[in-house]
Antibody, heavy 120, light 108 residues
Framework: QVQLVQSGAEVKKPGASVKVSCKASGYTFIDFYIHWVRQAPGQGLEWMGWVNTNGGGTNFAQKFRGRVTMTRDTSISTAYMELSRLTYDDTAVYYC?????????????WGQGTLVTVST | EIVVTQSPATLSVSPGERATLSCRAS??????LAWYQQKPGQAPRLLIS???TRATGVPARFSGSGSGTEFTLTISSLQSEDVGVYYC??????????FGQGTKVEIK
């Protein structure tokens, strides 16, 4: 069965960077993009971007451009999201997401989420 | 960017009663609309895709309808385990993929 297992919670200071990992299993990793979605405390869902797990290309939401990097390591079926210059507003749960099998681009599989807390 | 708006923000329904959640898109998304359920402390879970197709394992009491810009998620007989926040998402025009702000369903 498809599983996305994310790295553990992080506490970072303002101005620092955070890197979250997402290990995929149960399918061929390079056949599907990995998206990242975040959720601030008590708030809704916000799409951040995707990484093409085959070629490595990326696409980011406007508000994150210049501050986010998405990469992957195909040898270990793992995707990464790194966010730099953190502010208090970046405190959120970050989810990696795999789109549907049929190619319609909705979000069928979700990781368990990684809480990133930005605090002094 | 397509803006997705959900109503109401909170819905209180008695057990066994019908719950009706609305989702509106700022422009037509055809039937490229999905619904997700998020229970407290959990990741979102896909409920419905293509406006009305239930995901694997989703009970038949959940149904979706609509097209274009107006969509509805109906829970025909609310159960206690249905408490949570429900999000709709358009996947017609991307990027970006956009979500509604969510409807919180609670037991009256």
């Amino acid at each position: 069965q498809v599983q996305l297992v994310q790295s553990g919670a992080e506490v970072k200071k303002p101005g620092a960077s955070v890197k979250v990992s997402c290990k995929a299993s149960g399918y061929t990793f390079i056949d599907f993009y990995i998206h990242w979605v975040r959720q601030a405390p008590g708030q809704g869902l916000e799409w951040m971007g995707w990484v093409n797990t085959n070629g490595g290309g990326t696409n980011f939401a406007q508000k994150f451009r210049g501050r986010v990097t998405m990469t992957r390591d195909t040898s270990i079926s793992t995707a990464y999201m790194e966010l730099s210059r953190l502010t208090y507003d970046d405190t959120a749960v970050y989810y990696c997401v795999r789109p549907d099998t049929s190619g319609w681009h909705y979000f069928e599989y979700w990781g368990q989420g990684t809480l990133v807390t930005v605090s002094t | 960017e397509i803006v997705v708006t959900q109503s109401p923000a909170t819905l209180s329904v008695s057990p066994g009663e019908r719950a009706t959640l609305s989702c509106r898109a700022s422009q037509s998304v055809g039937n490229n609309l999905a619904w997700y359920q998020q229970k407290p402390g959990q990741a979102p879970r896909l409920l419905i895709s293509g406006t009305s197709t239930r995901a694997t394992g989703v009970p038949a009491r959940f149904s979706g309808s609509g097209s274009g810009t107006e969509f509805t998620l109906t829970i025909s007989s609310l159960q206690s385990e249905d408490v949570g926040v429900y999000y709709c998402q358009q996947y017609k025009n991307w990027p970006p993929w956009t979500f509604g702000q969510g409807t919180k369903v609670e037991i009256k």
